[in-house]
């Protein structure tokens, strides 16, 4: 059981370039979302998908697209990447049964746009 | 809308002294509420929550901390502090019923001296 996945776990991109950053998670929860952390900022929510075939914007979305691939998977993409988006992009799904409502986090992807 | 206040940036402690972080919530629901921690360069693990259970919430790592609803506080204290403590510290609400989307304060960085 691994949790939540995260690849790559660093980038370095050019102005202008495209790239996506990939997230899987394992424990079957339906929710999933993306979010980046800045400093002094706390975690900021750019999209999440509430089931699979469904997306929704968060806080912070301008200058990303989601692509919820399957129940497991949950894509984030830059287009044409700018400094701005220079941050650490945490993925997270939501257990909302069991023991109770909780978010589970990956180990996050480092991101460095020059 | 919900939303959270982390008071203090930044706390420092001695090695054995308490720790106290604090935090106000607002909600126009009856919110559910979470401590988180973030060691350096790592991801995010849960520390506590509480869900409109009991007022006082015991956590790992001997954390804990008590739902004041005439405050609108969720206050994170532990009795004695351990280098191992130190990290970045988040105070997260979420909406009715334990809601999927989850609002994150912007951080206390707690420091312990030896």
């Known amino acids: 059981n691994a949790g939540v996945t995260q690849t790559p776990k660093f980038q370095v991109l050019k102005t202008g370039q495209s790239m996506t950053l990939q997230c899987a998670q394992d424990?079957?929860?339906?929710?999933m979302y993306w979010y980046r952390q800045d400093p002094g900022m706390g975690l900021r929510l750019i999209y999440y998908s509430a089931s699979e075939g469904t997306t929704d914007k968060g806080e912070v979305p301008n200058g990303y697209n989601v692509s919820r691939l399957n129940k497991r998977e949950f894509s984030l993409r830059l287009e044409s990447a700018a400094p701005s988006q220079t941050s650490v992009y945490f993925c997270a799904s939501f257990r909302s049964r069991g023991r109770g409502a909780e978010q589970f986090f990956g180990p996050g992807t480092r991101l460095t746009v020059l | 809308a919900q939303s959270v206040t982390q008071l203090d940036s930044h706390v420092s402690v001695s090695e054995g002294t308490p720790v106290l972080l604090r935090c106000n919530y607002s909600s126009s629901y009856s919110p559910s509420l979470f401590w988180y921690v973030q060691h350096p360069n790592k991801g995010l693990q849960l520390l506590l929550k509480y869900t409109s259970a009991a007022t006082l919430v015991k956590g790992i790592n001997g954390f804990e901390a008590e739902f004041k609803k005439s405050e609108t506080s969720f206050h994170l204290t532990k009795p004695s502090a351990h280098m191992s403590d130190a990290a970045e510290y988040f105070c997260v609400v979420s909406g009715q019923g334990g809601s999927e989307k989850l609002v994150f304060g912007k951080g206390t960085k707690l420091t312990v001296n030896p």
């Open positions: 424990m079957n929860h339906n929710s």
